[in-house]
């Protein structure tokens, strides 16, 4: 059936969709959520497309398109096309298989993924692929094929390396901005170390967000390998280089369910990693009370899953758990971090953010065999070389020579209401806060800390200050302090 153009100006940033009149769609003997291939008249192009089931807005004769089949196909509202009912995808049957607990080989779930990357899947079909993932689970060999598949949706660096470093934080934990400290440090020791990292998804701020604040982190692939060439490192935004892009597409799907399948947690973290080419990794899983792990236990089971994963793609890979129970450093916000990162850098800052950071370098180290680790790390960090490899750094992607911080306009000190030790400062309490605050949107909006867990405090001191860039901001983000848990004194 020839149909009109109709452009619907609407994205999902995904799957392909295709807005039927009822009238033409039972004339083809389409139902809502059925495919359609769609073709280009006089061309060769073709796509198929979810059909949704219009009474109004569509005309009889017409097709409503979204953005993304009107520019895979290179059609505009007006122009005709040919639109005829299409089997289902093969990889559709897969993911009942996965529901029916069964294993799916690595050609199945090559199949899944292919058709993912050419949006032939709907959003619920995708969701029902994690869901099964995450009921029924993935084994090793499942998860190291889901990995590999990841890798092959995007670029790949393609560095000429022997030794390539790289590390992961799970997350879990506000602030704990190690990725800035210790990227330059091995860089200053003469190590590759491409950083890709994501920008926050439910935390007051991501690697890259914090990093955007001094420098751009949205480059190219040629930029990027570029950078690596003149500094040995780059602290950029994964999602602007189209690495392991499959992961992007499933992270949306596992976003509003708010789960997280063991196997595409592993997948997603080290297929990132393979496709920066990472010969060495180190994972860093914050544990505790108030973590994303709260069982030393969980974690260490999750990290001996990263370990074999690693050997089954060919990487050597080093967990370490660390302390999750609170906020590292004392900035919570983009700007207000990367204010923590350079006083590290420069000498001072906070003293557990400087300790975590050393930690994590030193680790990764001994991870490549290096003999004396601790003092080359503290010689770098302390010497100043550290801090010259991170301008350096900064300045390659973009970023200007003199560092300006923006500045939020307003703030407000919240005191503590008794005397007394702290016992508990809630991560998740303060994470909120700082949101409400505008953060990450609003990069110098976000917390200030200005005491950690043992610190003796007394009534009317300052616990922490509400940085934010409007009145209205800052007076949402004091209201949720005044109905949060955040900082608790014995």
Known sequence: ????????????????????????????????AERVRISRLKKKQQIVAVADIATSGIKPGEVGLFEEPLKHLGVKAGMHIDIELS??????????????????????????????????????????????????????????????????????????????????????????????????????????????????????????DAVEVVAPVSLSLEKLKEVVSKTNACMVWGGSINLAAADDKLIRVRHPLSIDPEGMLLASILAKKKAVGATHVLIDIPCGYMAKFKSKKVAEALGAKFVALGRMLGMKVKVVLTDGSQPIGNGIGPALEMVDVISVLKGNGPTDLREKAVYIAVEMLKLVNEKNPEQKVLDALDSGKAFAKFMEIVIAQGGRKH?????????????????????????????????????????????????HKGDKVKKGEVLFTIYAKSKMKLKSAVDVADNVEHVVMR
Do not use: W
Request: with cysteine; charged share 20%.
């Open 1 to 32: 059936m020839k149909l009109k153009v109709k452009d619907v100006d609407l994205s999902t940033g995904g799957p392909f969709i295709a807005i039927l009149h009822e009238q033409d769609a039972k004339s083809l003997g389409i139902n809502a």
């Open 403 to 451: 560092i300006r911080i923006p500045k939020a306009r307003h703030f407000y000190d919240v005191v503590a209401v008794k005397s007394g030790p702290v016992s508990l400062i809630n991560n998740k309490g303060i994470a909120v806060i700082a949101k409400f605050a505008g953060a990450p949107e609003d990069k110098a909006a976000g917390i200030y800390l200005r005491v």
């Open 87 to 208: 089997a289902r995808p093969s990889s559709v049957k897969h993911i009942s298989e996965k529901l029916n607990s069964m294993e799916l080989s690595e050609c199945k779930i090559n199949d899944i993924i292919d058709d993912i990357m050419n949006n032939r899947l709907s959003e619920v079909e995708m969701a029902y692929f994690v869901a099964g993932c995450y009921t029924e689970g993935l084994s090793m060999k499942e998860t190291a094929a889901l990995t590999k598949a990841i890798v092959k949706s995007g670029a790949v660096l393609g560095l000429k390396k022997k030794v390539i470093v790289d590390k992961h934080c799970v997350g879990g934990v506000p602030n704990n901005r190690t990725t800035p400290l210790v990227v330059p440090i091995m860089a200053a020791l003469g190590y590759t170390m491409p950083k890709t990292s994501s920008r926050s998804i439910t935390s007051p701020a991501g690697t890259a």
